[in-house]
Nanobody
């Protein structure tokens, strides 16, 4: 059973930055496509960004394009979400997820495409 642990959340002022990390328990993270999702109170979980197994393909929600960057370091079993120019509407609990897929060059920001989930890390953007 793959275990994912997120970290790096916190309270930040509008315009600030945070780097979220997601560390996996297995040594072979490079067999999973990875994604970041978020969920605000009273709202559905939404895809923020994803990255393919190869790392060559990424996708972003329109609301975060140009501000967030997803990356992966398979040697450290970790993926990252660099969040810049944060806005109050980015406030949510952020989750990372892993998908078992045989396609190395694509990813999808769809909740039911993912097989494993972390417990989440809270991001609050407020002055």
């Amino acid at each position: 059973q793959l275990q994912l642990v997120e970290s790096g959340g916190g309270l930040v002022q509008p315009g600030g930055s945070l780097r979220l990390s997601c560390t996996a328990s297995e040594l072979s993270l490079n067999i999973y496509a990875m994604g970041w999702f978020r969920q605000a109170p009273g709202k559905e979980r939404e895809g923020v960004a994803c990255i393919s197994i190869s790392g060559d393909s990424t996708n972003y929600a329109d609301s975060v394009k140009g501000r967030f960057t997803i990356s992966r370091d398979n040697a450290k079993n970790t993926i990252y979400l660099q969040t810049n120019s944060l806005k109050p509407e980015d406030t949510a609990k952020y989750y990372c997820a892993a998908s078992i897929t045989t396609v190395h060059t694509m990813c999808r920001s769809i909740v039911n495409w993912y097989d494993y989930w972390g417990q989440g890390t809270q991001v609050t953007v407020s002055s």
